[in-house]
Structure formats: C-alpha cells, structure tokens
C-alpha cells in the first residue's frame, strides 16, 4: 500500500505532500489542474524512466519521495532528477540502480491508464492475460517449457553449425593434414629455438672461449704453484692449528669450502671446454634448424608455443571432419529427444492454458454483465501457432460480443473507448486477485463512459477497494463520490508562475467537489443536494 508521496519541483508543482488511505482514494481536478501530472510523479516513483523536462523552470532538480509497504515492511522510494539529466535512484535511503527501484515497485502498485487500453486491443498481449490468470499453474509449466526450449535451441544451434560448416571443414582439410604434417615433422620444443641461438653464440666464439677456459685451467691447477694446490696447503696449515680456537676452526671450515669449489669450477670448466670443441658443418646445422623454427613461426604463431597451440587447433578440426558422420548422427538424436521433450512440454503448457482461458471467459464475462454488459459474450482463443517460439506454441485472441444478438468479433474491431475501458476494469478485477500487488493506480478509467454506466463502474470500484488499495484519477462524480478519500488538484499563481497542488477533502469539501462535478463552476443549492444524493447512494451501495 502506498501511505505518502512527497512531490518537490516537479512540473508545476513547486512542492506538495499526499497521506494516501486505504481503499478507495479518488482525485479530481478542473481540466488542466495537473492531475496528469500526479500520476506521471508516482509512475515515476515507482521506475518509470526520468525526463529532465519536468524539472520545474526555475529549479534544479525534481525529486519525488514515495512511502509504501513493502512485504509488510515501510519503505521509502526516492527519485531525483536534475536539469542535466542525472538521475538518482534510493530505496530506503541508500543508492540503486533503477531495476532495483522497478523490482521493488512492482509489489507494491500497478498503474493502468490509457496505454493499458491500447495494449488490450493488441492479440499479442492477450497471452500475458491468460498466463497471469491461474498463474500458480501455468508458471511451473512455462518454466519447464522455457528449459525445454533453450535446450532444444542450443541442441539445434550445434547441429546447424555443423551442417553450415561441413563445406568449409571439408575444402580445409587437406590444408589443415599438410600443417599438421609439417609441424609434426619439424619435432618442436618449447625453449629450443632459445638453446640454439645461445649455440650459435658459442660457435661463433669458440676460439675465445677455448684460450679463456685453457687459461682459467692453466691458473686453477696447472703446474705446482697453481690455484688448487695453494688453498690445499693453505688448508693443511690452518687445519694444524684449527683446535687451538673456533675462530681457526671456523677459517679451516671456509678454506675447505672453497678446495671443494675449486675442484666443482675445474669439472664445469672443462666440460665447457669440451663443448666449445664442435665437429665441421654444426654452424650450418644449428643455422638450418632455427631456419626452419622461424620459418613456421611466420605461418603459425610468433613463438614455439604458439605453433604447438596452432597444432592442436588444426589436429582438433581434423578430428571433428573426420568424425564428421559420427557428430551428426549424435546431434540429430541429441536433436530430436530435445524436441520431443519440447513438444511434451509444449502441449503441457497448452492444456493448462485452455484451462485458464476456458476460467478466464467466464470470470470475465461475469464482470462485464456487472459492468453493464448485461449481453456480453466473451471467447477466448487458444489455437496453435504457426510455429514453436520463446513464448509457447499458442496464440490467443480474445473475441467479445456486448450487444444481444451480434456475433463475436475481434476485440479490437468491436469495441469502443467507453467499452474498452469497462473490460479492462474488468480484466483488472479478475486478475487483480491473483497477482497480489496491493496497490491499483487508475488513470482515467472513465475514459468514454457517463450515466448509468458510470455509477456501475463506481460501484465495481468499490467492490475492489474491498482487497485492494485504489488510488484513481476521475471526473465522473459518480466515482467521486463513491470514494473512501477525495483529494482535489487545484491550481494558483502568483507574479512568476503557476503552481498546482493536492488538497485532501473533508466530507463537506468533498460534497462542494462532487456538486462542482455535476454542475460545472456554478455551484449551487440544487447541484449541492444532488451530490449529497449521490454520495448516500454510493455509500448505501457499498
């Protein structure tokens, strides 16, 4: 339930506050007086998308305060929109996105207007009326039909893709076998090309790398006064002594550690020496082999891993080419049980909409004849569609006739303002109970209508305003009257501009407001008396 909207520099209106009741809250206005206006706040409080021509002149930013329940908690919505166009959004206070605010709002109101209306001529829409009435038992089935399709559609896809590129994969397979072959053949490792270019470095520099290492063994253990033999007999010295201190036993210890070096740099001396040795053409060689590596690295991939990537790629299309026969016979089985599934599916959701309709037409048809409709004849439609799309494999068409005698038609070929008006309050009645948002806001549901009619359709709002709040925007006095609340939406000005604003009516506000609905601005003792006529009428109805 929606208990009170704040409206700051919002159009007109510089700045209005409104405690909503529950049951029926009915305003009324003089044409012009920003009644409009009011909805478009609250439809914005409630998600709809900001418009920064709504900011008042003068202003900088519009901002609108909605206070609700929500699942039995208070909320608070707050909307600001600024002449530049930022939009803010809150919910209790802290900052959402406008889904959010649009998630939250949709349990607490609905507002239906004239585009509502509209939406009900159109036979598309009729699916969603179906779908809403008896949604406890079509919602499990549409969900189970939703996974049946995407399945279905992600099956079909694979096969289709496979279909689509069986021409392609058979003019590249010879390509793809003569890569394969060469890559294979060339024998990769990862890091080789690296180890050849340091080979090539050696070979191009043996001469100086073997003078330097001869050299190095010449100074290290060449002769009797060399590197080795030094710190040997330096070591048999400090070791004589060593047990005299720790100090020489800790000099002995790190003499004995650098003989064992000493003895490791000889070993990796001479095998460096020995591989500076290299047998004629091996240039040549270790040249031709990253000849080759650089060669595939232009064809397949700027580094070894890139090229083995490449060849697992191609190996992996090969395979599917070549099991090409086998992937197909698997899809099409894979295919055919997801459409079977998707028809059971299908045909599942089917029945229980043929359920819902078949409970929907009588529903509705009772609502109409209460709405005046004493003839009325509804038939609701569920025939296959020519194919199976994301939303079943129905259409729907609702067929209506309102006078005695005539034959069904099309909704949209039969109706007028007046009548659409009173079937999509009755539509609204019916599936009000059973999509549970506590707040219906009617915009001019009196669109077409007048006289008896409109004490009917009063009356019918009532009967809603039982389990429902209703905030509704009118000009009939009939509905006026029939309310529980009346605010009245008046404007003034003053040197600079026109405002509007909301004005909650006592019960002798409330009769001058019904009186100047029935008689227009001249007010007077008669058109007084009927409208406390009209107001004992609607309350001895309720």
């Known amino acids: ?90 919910l209790n206070g802290d900052l959402v996105s406008l889904s959010q605010i649009q998630e939250a709002a949709g349990r607490i109101a609905d507002i239906h207007g004239q585009y509502d209306n509209q939406a009900l001529l159109d036979p598309e829409r009729h699916m969603e009326l179906v779908d809403a009435f008896r949604h406890e038992d079509i919602r499990p089935r549409f969900q189970a039909f939703t996974s049946a399709y995407v399945n279905y559609k992600a099956v079909r896809g694979k096969l289709n893709k496979l279909l689509h590129d069986e021409r392609e994969n058979r003019r590249r397979v010879n390509l793809c076998r003569y890569e394969l072959q060469e890559i294979d053949a060339a024998q990769l490792r990862v890091g080789e090309d690296a180890e050849l270019n340091e080979r090539i470095s050696v070979l191009k520099n043996s001469e100086k790398i073997f003078q330097a290492m001869s050299m190095a063994q010449e100074l290290l253990n060449g002769g009797e ?19 005299f201190s720790s100090d020489l036993k800790e000099i002995s210890g790190l003499l004995g550690g650098i003989s064992a070096d000493l003895q490791e740099l000889n070993d990796r001396i001479r095998t460096v020496t020995e591989k500076t ?16 590596i650089d060669s595939l690295k232009s064809k397949y991939g700027r580094s070894i891993e890139e090229i083995l990537s490449y060849r697992d790629r191609i190996a992996g299309e090969l395979e599917m080419v070549e099991n090409f026969e086998e992937q197909k016979a698997d899809l099409e089985k894979k295919t055919k049980a997801a459409l079977d599934v998707l028809k059971e599916k299908t045909a599942s959701l089917t029945e229980a909409r043929k359920r819902s309709a078949a409970e929907l037409e009588n529903a509705i048809e009772r609502e109409l004849h209460d709405l005046n409709f004493p003839y009325a004849q509804l038939q609701i439609t569920i025939e296959k569609a020519p194919a199976i799309t994301a939303s079943g494999g129905d259409s729907c068409e609702f067929l209506i006739s309102t006078n005695k005698g005539e034959p069904l038609k099309s909704l949209a070929r039969t109706a007028s303002g007046g009548e659409i008006s009173r079937i999509m309050l009755a539509i609204k009645n019916v599936i009000g109970d059973d999509d549970q948002i506590p707040t219906m806001i009617f915009d001019e549901i009196d669109t077409g209508i007048s006289g008896i009619t409109a004490s009917v359709v009063a009356r019918k709002l009532q009967q809603i305003a039982k389990n429902h709040q209703i905030i509704c925007i ?38 001058a407001e019904i009186a100047r609905l029935l008689g227009g601005d001249a007010v007077t003792d008669l058109t007084m008396k009927s409208a406390e006529q009209l107001i004992s009428a609607m309350e001895k109805h309720d």
């Open 277 to 292: 040795d290299f047998q004629p053409g091996e240039v040549d060689q270790v040249i031709s082999r990253l000849d080759l």
């Open 1 to 90: 339930m929606i208990e009170h909207i704040r409206i700051s520099d919002f159009a007109i209106i510089k700045s209005t506050d409104v405690d909503f009741q529950p049951g029926l809250n009915v305003i009324t206005g003089e044409t012009g007086s920003g009644k409009s206006i009011i909805i478009e706040a609250m439809s914005l409080a409630l998600g709809a998308r900001a418009d920064s021509s709504f900011v008042r002149r003068g202003a900088e930013k519009a901002k609108i305060q909605m206070q609700a329940d929500l699942d039995g908690e208070s909320c608070i919505i707050t909307r600001e929109l600024s002449r530049n166009g930022r939009n803010l959004c809150r």
């Open 225 to 243: 006064e060399n590197a080795e033999n030094m710190i040997g007999q330096a070591e048999a010295q400090i070791s004589s002594v060593a047990s």
């Open 474 to 511: 009118t000009h009939l006095p009939q509905i006026a009257a029939a309310a529980d609340t009346n605010y009245r939406i008046y404007k003034d000005s003053d040197d600079d501009a026109t405002y509007s604003h909301i004005q909650l009516l006592d019960a002798e506000q409330k009769t």
